[in-house]
């Protein structure tokens, strides 16, 4: 029940899904479900189980997201290596405390293995089950579904050959359609990759929501109060009021246009080996956008933003992470 309580109260996350009924109640776990478990556990054991359990489980996790990486090197597979070790330093407390009657299971001693079939035969994305998985559903699943249902063996074969030769005539097409520039010299100025990209749909979640509305349901109680400070800074030189009176300063509006989700994609060239180096924690509670008219005759200033403005909650972070978990707590 408490870990149940604990998944319920996570934030909604771009990317993970979000187990609003806990996960005591899941009977059939598809293999995205259980990547998406396996981001939160940590976090949700801490505090709640002994110390050494969480390291025991944190070396587990971090075998099991080493061992998933698309390159490696001597580094990463020793990485790999003391995960390993660590995991069976710690292992045995899941015994003495009951969890287990004994871990005499043939995936964990396959994990011996890891870090010698990388070395000889490469990445484990070269010859993993999981990479044929996505074929059921091309193979299968559209062959039959295209077929009349009746001896749909041979239809199934007809279809996939037929697949087979469309996509090899569309690759002939576009490789004799496109220019070859493999010899080219580059350019001498190359443009600078974009570092984030955005997308938000078009139209609102909801429209015109009121400002005291808003900040019940996004948890966001001085929202009004950060957004007079934030349109006191935009406004021209000599219309700012001093920043006493803006608590007891009118909003022009009562009403805002709000968005509920984001899309929001992080350029791979931006990565360092420092994955913390230059990012700041904070928890997005509004994505709302000024109106174009505070008034039926009344046209907002031009030096606000017409685009959608995120409302964000900043965290401050620790400089070390814990010992037992290894991660940053953030207050």
Request: glycine share 4%; net charge neutral; proline share 6%.
């Amino acid at each position: 029940e408490e870990l149940d309580s604990r998944v319920r109260g996570l934030p909604p996350c771009f990317g993970l899904q979000h187990f609003k009924g806990g996960w005591s109640h899941l009977s059939q776990i598809s293999g995205k479900e259980r990547k998406d478990m396996a981001c939160i556990l940590l976090g949700c054991l801490v505090g709640k189980v002994p110390s050494e359990i969480i390291t025991c489980y944190r070396a587990l996790l971090d075998f099991i997201y080493l061992a998933q990486y698309s390159t490696h090197d001597n580094d990463t597979l020793q990485y790999l290596e003391n995960s390993l070790n660590l995991f069976h330093e710690h292992k045995n407390v899941l015994v003495e405390l009951g969890i287990r009657e004994h871990l005499d299971i043939p995936k964990f001693h396959s994990m011996l293995h890891y870090a010698e079939a990388i070395r000889n035969f490469g990445t484990t994305d070269n010859y993993n089950t999981e990479m044929f998985e996505h074929f059921h559903i091309d193979m299968a699943k559209e062959g039959w579904r295209a077929s009349n249902i009746k001896n749909e063996v041979p239809q199934m074969t007809s279809w996939l050959t037929r697949q087979e030769k469309v996509s090899l005539f569309q690759s002939y097409i576009q490789n004799a359609t496109t220019d070859d520039d493999r010899n080219a010299i580059p350019p001498s100025s190359i443009p600078a990759l974009p570092g984030v990209g955005l997308a938000i749909s078009q139209r609102p979640a909801v429209r015109n929501q009121s400002i005291s509305s808003i900040q019940n349901t996004h948890h966001a109680p001085s929202f009004s109060l950060h957004l007079r400070e934030y349109l006191n800074s935009i406004l021209p030189r000599g219309d700012s009021i001093p920043r006493s009176q803006l608590a007891n300063a009118q909003l022009p509006f009562n009403r805002l246009d709000v968005w509920h989700t984001c899309k929001c994609v992080t350029s791979i060239h931006l990565w360092s080996y420092s994955a913390f180096l230059g990012m700041r924690v904070g928890r997005l509670r509004l994505i709302f956008k000024l109106p174009e008219r505070v008034s039926p005759l009344l046209r907002t200033i031009p030096s606000w933003p017409t685009y959608p403005l995120a409302y964000i909650e900043w965290y401050c972070m620790s400089h070390h992470p814990g010992s037992h978990h290894n991660m940053y707590t953030i207050t």
